[in-house]
């Protein structure tokens, strides 16, 4: 009865210590949850990504080919979440992205960049993780036919890195790619 | 097809009878030399010779040694063995002597292998290669996204601030001096 006992203890003790093995990325620093933002969406959803660390490791690996730095620079990525769609009412949106604004530099986000420029506004933030490091990117758009995108990017985040990486991944005719 | 067995008093058989005589036999020699002693009167009675004996030799008392015998002993300066490790050989006595105490410690060494292999050893899922691909894409997307926006941003930065902001009125101002000074 009692080796019985010790089994079934044993036994729950693997499987919680299995289930606790999976990666949790909203307790990453550079975790940001917009999810109040994405439950205003009324349009299609554009784009959507999400891409956890294994799977970010092996597009790092295929990548190893490219130029030097691109690897490296995606390989140091934990999660990559984007979120494009669309809104009707461009208000209500505004004000949310405002409150997100307020919440993201209370929680230690600093907004690096902010341009409103006729109806296009844009916000882009970073986390610091120490010295000479940020751990986490966001980002807010919003543009004036109402299309909404919200990016955050967790993990050892070079901007310099990302920057170069972006233009080599400019895509021709991103904006009408609908996928 | 049945076989009679003949239940020979070999020496393996023999073996086998004592150690049931002296509750020293598993479970499957017990009912193997109690069968073959219903069935042989042999193998019976040398059993119950054997148990006989095993009953003498259980009830046998300890008894005192002799003072003789160990002043003797002390006068041939015998040298007593002592176990160094007595400690080690007490733990391994309890572990391996009794079968509970030796499964309930295998079990601990097999979970801390267990545990030490969970905890050193990530758990890497496996894709396949249009997965890999599939992520590719959305990755170069992603970053592309990002890269539209931060181009976007620096655009704006040229074009409203940089020109229309700062370039434009140190340009008028300059023109002002000039023709103040002009």
């Given amino acids: 009865m009692k080796t019985k006992n010790l089994l079934m203890i044993l036994f729950l003790f693997s499987v919680s210590f299995a289930i606790a093995q999976e990666a949790d990325y909203t307790k990453e620093p550079g975790y940001f949850d917009y999810g109040k933002i994405t439950n205003l969406k009324t349009g299609e959803m554009i784009t959507e990504v999400y891409l956890e ?14 130029k030097d730095g691109i690897a490296e620079a995606i390989g140091a990525l934990k999660l990559i979440r984007v979120n494009e769609f669309m809104v009707d009412n461009i208000e209500s949106i505004e004000k949310a992205l405002l409150n997100i604004d307020k919440e993201l530099q209370s929680s230690k986000w600093s907004r690096i960049i902010k341009t409103k420029h006729k109806d296009n506004l844009a916000n882009v933030y970073v986390k610091s993780g120490g010295t000479n490091e940020y751990v986490g990117l966001m980002i807010t758009s919003l543009d004036k036919e109402g299309k909404v995108t919200l990016v955050n990017i967790v993990g050892n985040v070079s901007l310099d890195s990302i ?17 | 097809m049945n076989r009679k067995k003949s239940y020979e008093l070999d020496e393996e058989m ?11 036999a598993n479970i499957f020699d017990r009912i193997f030399v109690r069968r073959a002693a219903k069935r042989n009167d042999n193998v019976k009675k040398l059993l119950q010779t054997y148990r006989n004996t095993a009953i003498k030799v259980h009830n046998l008392r300890e008894e005192d ?10 006068q041939k300066s015998i040298p007593l063995r002592i ?6 050989t007490d733990l391994a006595a309890i572990v391996f002597g009794r079968p509970l105490v ?31 691909e599939y992520a590719d894409k959305q990755t170069r997307q992603a970053l592309a996204i990002v890269g539209k926006i931060f181009n976007q941003t620096g655009t704006t930065l040229k074009r409203e601030v940089l020109n229309d902001r700062v370039s434009k009125p140190i340009k008028d101002g300059l023109e002002i001096v000039n023709n103040i000074f002009n």
């Fill in chain 1, 53 to 66: 660390e294994p799977l970010i490791k092996m597009v790092a690996k295929m990548a190893e080919g490219e």
């Fill in chain 1, 163 to 179: 920057g170069k990486i972006s233009k080599e991944f400019d895509l021709p005719g991103m904006d009408k790619d609908k996928e």
């Fill in chain 2, 14 to 24: 023999i073996d086998k009878i004592i150690s049931v005589a002296y509750n020293d």
């Fill in chain 2, 65 to 74: 040694c002799p003072e003789e015998i160990i002043d003797s002993l002390k």
């Fill in chain 2, 83 to 88: 176990t160094k490790n007595a400690f080690g």
């Fill in chain 2, 102 to 132: 030796s499964a309930i410690a295998s079990i601990v060494v097999i979970a801390a292998i267990i545990v030490a292999l969970f905890s050193t050893r990530e758990i890497r899922p496996v894709y396949s290669r249009q997965e890999i």
